[in-house]
């Protein structure tokens, strides 16, 4: 289980990082956290000519609040996400998202950045940028571009991202006032990839949504936010106005099968979330009729 | 129980300074480990040292046309491609067979295939280079062509006249099959009040260990001999076998084993790997390594379990068990797996049926098919979770049908703590076990009532959480009756030589072996305690063939019972030797000495006569001094196997509390208890940690861990993300209680304690999972117990 061969090279700025990736494309990759494209490499499913490593990028990683709006660079570790106060006060769903990602091990390398361009369908941090309306900057030796994260995901490992661009930073907007917010997932264990799960961002004012992003994840070939949201905002929630909604989801989602569960197990826990999530976010325990709804 | 011995005193009197016995010191190779200077196969070099990669079938089933190695062979760091033909030249290929297992069979199997592949995972070329990396470059130049053929993957078609035979030369796809007729268990099921049935699925699992398997071969011309560096439980074993195959003598081969990282039965077999990696070296000339990568684990560690087991009771309105049958199917792979074959845990399943329980009416069939899948063969408990998991669930079957409480139901029939000895219908014989003072040790630790009591509170509220039960018997201590009989040089006995060396300080050899489980802590404990030598005074020497006596190493729970009776009989007699040097050199006589806190002392009053040191360096330097026609004998051998009984039954029981949320069918482990006897307690916490590493690996059986094959034999889930190992964050906190009734056929009294966690940790979530969705008149009876599989149950999805 060893990597083939490869060329390495440090970055020592972001131009030199786009200028790398410019003469090499698709043939290069981006070392971030590594946590994700290591073992790839080791399993040899992926055989890259060039490594181009940006962790000396310091001008990539940190979190900054100004306005209303957080920045946090592509190189910002889970562990710094999720020690953040900022992150904490002002996009509080990802405080609570990051412990879910694997394991202390890993959040410790792993990146913002790594985990958003990998795109994998049953991470929970693509969802949460969905779920908080984020834009992905990303840079190109032509300039830069802003994606929202809606646009951003593509496919199973597929974004906006092309061979020559690099993901730079992503923006949240601070949470506003009455927002809320929920997360869960269910995974066999603690720490691994999701069944199904469910990143969700709320403003409730007098008992009901005035605006509600759910974000599914785990359940199809990227994070899905859910049209059926609509049925759930300005009204009153009640048990058969949920189970509107759910029956909506259920039309709406178009999930997998593997060996964890089928796709019927997975739209069923996506009715569950959604039950549980409007029940959480209402604090409303009556909601919570799980997949009976 | 009284255990009669002839030097009481030593195991009794735990207030001297040196009596280990019965108390939880720590493990004398904690530093060594914690600092990193433990001695691991994986981490070896040696000079000229060839790494070698294994190229293996992505086929289950298929025919080798031909391979070309010849680009392989040109890509720089290669030092060789072997094929099996090839190395065929050096190694004989073998049979797993044992004729006390009548009529199993199997085919020869060669160190790397020649001419077929037989699963996916097979060896078809060794590729040999100066490093790991450039082996892999290479393997992936190999161009084999394979013709496929149609693989033998369903077990339960394994026998039809339509399936292809995979060995044809055995005939058919049959390799071993026992029934078993006690009692009148027809007229047993007619006069029941109820009969219960249910079909009882195992997933196939594995042991995976954290270090996974690996061997340095370093084959010297000069001397023609073989040394071999390998994680291995049985030394002798691996001489044994190494020597037969590549036509040596035994004293041609030593093996040398040091730090193992687990081991849990994988590595008590023999891999076609490990044997090519012997002829490579004899081969090459040089030393080869090979370290299983994690997927090749996988694909090649043995597996286990897998087994559909279609089991009945029969049950008296008053509880009464009249009779078991089971017809139990399972399929290990194409080779039964060398040397202890993969027929053994089939047949324990056989025996162990019903074990804790009254009734004589029992009745079994097994069958073992051969398909193209890995190989499966002993781990950890071999047979045991499936033959508790089947009696328990059962048990509590019987128990719902007539209503009765699944404590009241076991109460009623297990065999009463009086009634020893005794025999199972299947023959076992039992020489002392405490199955009624177990139960009630537990129930008292649970507060079962209090709990019955919270778990219909909470019933009501929506939550839904289970007890469950399980009693089971376990086989420790084998005798020559598990392998020796059969044909297999698989020592049964073991040997410790103790020592004082010239400064008082004792050297212990054994041959027992040490991959965790603390056989270095618990030897030295022994001998500490019979010599009145401090602890880190006494050093263990283990795991070389050249430097320890002969014996069978550390599996099936024998190292302690065995290896520990072997190192007090040998301490014992050093003692002796002790006593009387010293007695010659104070002018007393052995009977008024003994030896306390490393001196001599005199037996009446305790006082000091002489520190050991002293004696040690009049013995060794100065013998001039001692009276005329002393020899002093500071060492000390002694050998020990079990003569009276084939296996020391232990026995125990185990209970799990948890909840189901049956909106999502995902089960949370909440507790976990414990209550075992394995006699003598040598160091308490060595045997809670037994019992807790058991029980997790139990519940991932239970819940997690399944080597999920699609139809056409490939493992799909050959890694460490998508197969699911039980992990510290969904463990429960396992609570362990003891009762001690040692066995009467040893001085030292220990059974084993390895593998009783393992044994019924499955039984005991399986049943409390069925106990939290009995309202919903759901019963499963699968593992792994999946949020899918309960889901579907609930009729949710």
Same mark, same amino acid.
């Given at each position: 289980m060893k990597a083939a061969a490869f060329a390495y090279a440090r970055a020592t700025s972001v131009m030199n990082a786009l200028e790398l990736l410019g003469a090499h494309g698709d043939r290069a990759k981006v070392l971030s956290g590594g946590q994700s494209l290591m073992p790839a490499m080791n399993l040899r499913l992926i055989s890259p000519e060039l490594i181009i490593d940006i962790g000396e990028l310091a001008e990539l990683r940190g979190i900054a609040v100004s306005g209303s709006i957080i920045r946090i660079g592509a190189l910002t570790r889970h562990v710094d996400l999720l020690k953040s106060p900022d992150i904490a006060a002002h996009a509080p769903l990802l405080t609570e998202a990051i412990a879910h990602v694997a394991h202390p091990a890993i959040r410790n390398r792993g990146t913002i950045g790594g985990s958003l361009a990998h795109a994998d369908p049953a991470s929970e941090l693509p969802a949460c940028m969905v779920a908080l309306n984020a834009t992905i900057i990303v840079r190109g030796q032509g300039g830069e571009r802003r994606v929202a994260a809606e646009d951003f995901f593509k496919g199973i490992y597929e974004t906006d991202l092309s061979a020559q661009e690099l993901l730079i930073s992503v923006e949240l907007p601070v949470a506003g006032k009455n927002s809320r917010h929920f997360f869960h997932e269910f995974a066999r264990r603690h720490g691994d990839y999701a069944i199904a799960g469910l990143a969700a961002q709320a403003i409730v004012e007098k008992d009901a949504f005035t605006d509600l992003r759910l974000v599914f994840f785990a359940v199809g070939d990227r994070p899905v936010l859910a049209r059926a949201a609509t049925n759930l905002v300005n009204v009153t929630i009640t048990p058969p106005v949920l189970a509107t909604a759910s029956a909506a989801l259920g039309e709406d989602l178009d999930p997998q099968d593997d060996q964890q569960a089928s796709a019927s197990m997975r739209r069923h826990l996506a009715k569950v979330l959604l039950a549980r999530g409007a029940s959480a976010l209402l604090g409303r325990p009556d909601l919570n009729a799980g997949g009976r709804a | 129980m009284t255990v009669t011995t002839s030097n009481p005193e030593v195991l009794s =009197? %735990?207030?001297? +300074? !040196? &009596?280990?016995? *019965?108390k939880s010191v720590p493990r004398p190779n904690l530093e060594r480990l914690m600092q990193g200077r433990g001695l691991y196969v994986s981490d070896m070099e040696l000079p000229r040292m060839g790494h070698v990669v294994f190229l293996r079938s992505p086929h289950a089933h298929a025919k080798i046309a031909g391979i070309d190695a010849a680009a392989a062979r040109s890509v720089p760091g290669v030092i060789a491609v072997v094929t099996g033909k090839e190395l065929a030249a050096v190694i004989t290929p073998w049979v797993g067979v044992l004729s006390h297992l009548k009529g199993l069979k199997s085919a020869p199997q060669h160190a790397i295939a020649i001419g077929r592949v037989c699963w996916q995972g097979e060896a078809v070329a060794a590729i040999v280079a100066t490093s790991r990396a450039v082996a892999e470059d290479a393997a992936e130049i190999v161009r084999v062509d394979y013709e496929e053929l149609e693989a033998v993957t369903d077990m339960r078609t394994a026998l039809d006249p339509a399936t292809p035979v995979i060995h044809p030369s055995l005939g058919d796809n049959l390799a071993f099959e026992r029934n078993l007729d006690a009692g009148e268990v027809d007229a047993a099921f007619a006069g029941s009040d109820a009969v219960v049935e249910a079909d009882f699925i195992f997933g196939r699992h594995t042991g995976v260990t954290l270090e996974p398997r690996s061997v340095v071969a370093d084959w010297n011309a000069a001397e023609v001999r073989l040394t071999i560096y390998q994680g291995t439980q049985a030394p002798h074993m691996v001489q044994n076998l190494a020597a037969l195959h590549l036509g040596? &003598? =035994? &004293? $041609?081969v030593r093996v040398v084993c040091k730090d193992v990282g687990g081991s849990f039965g994988i590595k008590v077999h023999l891999y076609a790997d490990e044997m090519a990696t012997y002829a490579l070296s004899k081969l090459l000339r040089r030393p080869i390594k090979f370290v299983a990568d994690r997927v090749e684990s996988f694909n090649t560690d043995i597996h286990a379990r897998d087994h559909r087991c279609l089991g009945r009771i029969g049950v008296r309105r008053d509880g009464v068990i009249t009779a078991f049958e089971i017809d139990d199917l399972t399929g290990i792979g194409p080779y039964s797996m060398? +040397?202890?074959?993969? #027929?053994i845990e089939a047949n324990q399943v056989v025996n162990l049926v019903g074990g804790p329980y009254v009734t004589k009416n029992y009745r079994a069939r097994t069958r073992v098919v051969l398909q193209n899948k890995n190989v499966m063969c002993q781990y950890r408990a071999v047979g045991h979770p499936i033959a508790c998991s089947v009696t328990e669930g059962l048990v509590d079957l019987a128990a719902a049908k007539i209503g009765m409480d699944p404590v009241e139901i076991r109460r009623r029939n297990l065999i009463a703590d009086n009634a020893y000895p005794c025999a199972s219908p299947s023959g076992l014989r039992f020489e002392l076990l405490s199955h009624h003072a177990a139960m009630n040790k537990l129930m008292t630790m649970m507060d079962y009532d209090a709990l019955r009591a919270e778990q219909a509170a909470l019933r009501s509220k929506g939550i839904h959480r289970g007890i469950g039960i399980a009693s089971f018997i376990e086989v420790t201590n084998p005798s020559a009756a598990f392998y020796g009989v059969g044909g297999a040089k698989i020592s049964s006995q073991d040997g410790v030589a103790v020592r004082l060396d010239a400064q008082g300080s004792v050297i212990c050899q054994t041959s027992i072996t040490e991959q965790g489980q603390g056989s270095e802590s618990l030897t030295a404990q022994i001998v500490g305690s019979v010599l009145g030598? &401090?602890?880190?005074?006494v050093r263990v020497i283990l795991g070389d063939t050249d430097n320890t006596p002969y014996g069978g190493g550390t599996w099936a729970s024998r190292g302690a019972g065995i290896g520990g009776e072997a190192a007090l009989q040998a301490a014992k007699v050093l003692r002796r030797n002790i006593l009387d040097v010293a007695a010659a050199i104070l002018q007393s006589s052995s009977a008024e000495l003994d030896i306390a806190d490393n001196a001599i002392v005199n037996a009446g009053d305790g006082a000091s006569r002489m520190e050991l040191r002293e004696l040690a360096r009049i013995v060794y330097f100065r013998p001039d001094t001692l009276p005329p026609g002393v020899q002093p004998e500071l060492m000390a051998t002694r050998h020990f196997v079990p003569r009276e009984y084939p296996f020391a039954f232990t026995n125990g029981v185990q209970a799990s509390w948890l909840e189901v949320d049956t909106d999502t069918g995902f089960v949370k482990l909440l507790r976990h208890w414990v209550v075992e006897d394995c006699g003598t307690l040598i160091n308490p916490q060595l045997v809670d940690e037994q019992i807790r590493g058991g029980v997790v690996q139990g519940l991932g059986a239970a819940l997690f861990e399944k080597c999920a094959y699609d139809e056409? *034999? $490939? %493992?799909? !889930? #050959?890694n460490m993300a998508d197969y699911l190992v039980p992990m510290s964050g969904e463990m429960p906190d396992i609570d362990v209680g003891h009762v001690v009734s040692p066995t009467a056929e040893t001085e030292l009294g220990a059974k084993g304690a390895g593998e009783a966690g393992t044994a019924g940790a499955a039984a005991a979530v399986a049943n409390a999972v069925n106990d939290a969705l009995r309202p919903f008149g759901a019963v499963i009876t699968e593992i792994p117990l999946t949020p899918q599989t309960i889901l579907t149950a609930l009729g949710r999805i």
């Open positions: - | =009197e %735990l207030d001297r +300074p !040196n &009596s280990y016995i *019965g040596l &003598s =035994e &004293s $041609q060398y +040397p202890r074959t993969s #027929a030598v &401090s602890m880190e005074r056409r *034999g $490939q %493992l799909t !889930n #050959a």
